[in-house]
T-cell receptor, first 105, second 113 residues
Framework: GIQVEQSPPDLILQEGANSTLRCNFS?????LQWFHQNPWGQLINLFY???GTKQNGRLSATTVATERYSLLYISSSQTTDSGVYFC???????FGTGTRLTIIP | DVKVTQSSRYLVKRTGEKVFLECVQD?????MFWYRQDPGLGLRLIYF???????EKGDIPEGYSVSREKKERFSLILESASTNQTSMYLC????????????FGPGTRLTVL
């Protein structure tokens, strides 16, 4: 099966900073999704983005399917953005190991 | 809004007990999935189902079985719970087809003593 690598594994930023999270796939994928896992463990859907660019408020995502990677941008970070961010792909989702984001007030 | 619910948020069971985890979705999705999440190992697929009474093994099916008698409900069964099945269990659902965004329930944190 495909391998999913996320970077960086940990990120600590001051409130107001911008960040870029990356997801690399070992093979072509479809159904690429980004999630934020809240402190209670639930996975919140951020983007469903097999290709192209999408924006939702302070968050945006870009997937370049031909080069097998996806990026998640978070601008003007807030403390509520803290948590673990996962990317996942394919019909039976294969997940990366996540990026733990900590926003310091 | 898609809603996926799981029967319990927290569950404590003893070794050897039979455990049922229930998942219900209200969006008429064909696909349903069970994953477990462990520190350092990420989320791994246990079983999935693409139709009533249909099931397929995921990456780590050993020690688990599933049941799908109705379209909206997918149950994960631990026939004889063991301590290495202590984990966070997440259910998801999606439409059938090539492009199918998955939606997750809140998770069940199971502890086996």
């Amino acid at each position: 099966g495909i391998q999913v690598e996320q970077s960086p594994p940990d990120l600590i930023l001051q409130e107001g900073a911008n960040s870029t999270l990356r997801c690399n796939f070992s093979d072509s994928v479809n159904n690429l999704q980004w999630f934020h896992q809240n402190p209670w463990g639930q996975l919140i859907n951020l983007f469903y983005i097999p290709s192209g660019t999408k924006q939702n408020g302070r968050l945006s995502a870009t997937t370049v399917a031909t080069e097998r990677y996806s990026l998640l941008y978070i601008s003007s970070s807030q403390t509520t953005d803290s948590g673990v961010y996962f990317c996942a792909g394919n019909e039976k989702l294969t997940f990366g190991t996540g990026t733990r984001l900590t926003i310091i007030p | 809004d898609v809603k996926v619910t799981q029967s319990s948020r927290y569950l404590v069971k003893r070794t050897g007990e039979k455990v049922f985890l229930e998942c219900v979705q209200d969006m008429d999705h064909e696909n349903m999935f069970w994953y477990r999440q462990d520190p350092g190992l990420g989320l791994r697929l246990i079983y999935f189902s693409y139709d009533v009474k249909m099931k397929e093994k995921g990456d780590i099916p050993e020690g688990y079985s599933v049941s799908r008698e109705k379209k909206e409900r997918f149950s994960l069964i631990l026939e004889s719970a063991s301590t290495n099945q202590t984990s966070m269990y997440l259910c998801a659902s999606s439409f059938l087809g090539v492009y199918n965004e998955q939606f997750f329930g809140p998770g069940t944190r199971l502890t086996v003593l």
